[in-house]
């Protein structure tokens, strides 16, 4: 399993813990999010700028239920749920908007979708999302990509849309 450590990550000590400022650990995702098993697909947030950009990380297990089918002696994470984990970290991010605490955003589009490389159990996905645009408070667009190891599974543009 691989890890992302950068200077921004780490606190200066002798252990290197992840700085906790700029953390989110699942109870605290569990508070921003309505995402629950077996749909939670971010493990923690290493890196956010509230209402800005979030790094989450989404730990990929044999035990999840999708890869009795997706595919039988094959592993492989679908990419719908690849993009729904990029997604959840847009969330984060929305979610820390001034006035948007307890507000529901709903996935509503995603634009220039690509798949480059497999995710299989074992991977540990590393996912960016930055903040493009906010419109009329209402509709959100987001830049997303998601890399396991420093290669590039997945990227695209995402839409969130407000609900009343």
């Not at 629950?36 to 990380?57: K, S």
């Not at 679908?78 to 993009?83: F, N, Q, S």
């Not at 906010?134 to 543009?157: I, N, S």
């Given at each position: ?23 989110l ?9 309505p ?65 948007m605490e307890g507000k ?17 159990p074992?991977d540990?996905l ?15 667009y987001m ?13 695209g ?8």
């Amino acid at each position: 399993m691989s890890t992302v450590n950068t200077t921004a990550d780490l606190q200066d000590n002798n252990n290197s813990q992840l700085a906790p400022e700029n953390t989110l650990a699942i109870a605290e995702i569990q508070k921003l999010l309505p995402h629950r098993y077996p749909f939670a697909l971010v493990d923690r947030i290493i890196e956010y700028i509230p209402g800005e950009r979030a790094t989450g990380i989404k730990n990929v297990t044999i035990n999840e239920p999708h890869f009795q089918g997706h595919f039988p002696g094959r592993p492989i994470m679908p990419g719908v749920l690849i993009v729904e984990a990029m997604a959840q970290v847009g969330g984060i991010v929305l979610t820390q908007l001034p006035d948007m605490e307890g507000k529901l955003f709903l996935f509503a589009g995603i634009d220039k979708v690509r798949f480059r490389r497999p995710v299989v159990p074992g991977d540990q996905l590393i996912m960016r999302v930055q903040l493009l645009s906010v419109k009329r408070r209402r509709f959100a667009y987001m830049q997303a990509a998601a890399e396991v190891d420093g290669l590039r599974t997945c990227e695209g543009e995402l839409m969130f849309s407000l609900v009343d």
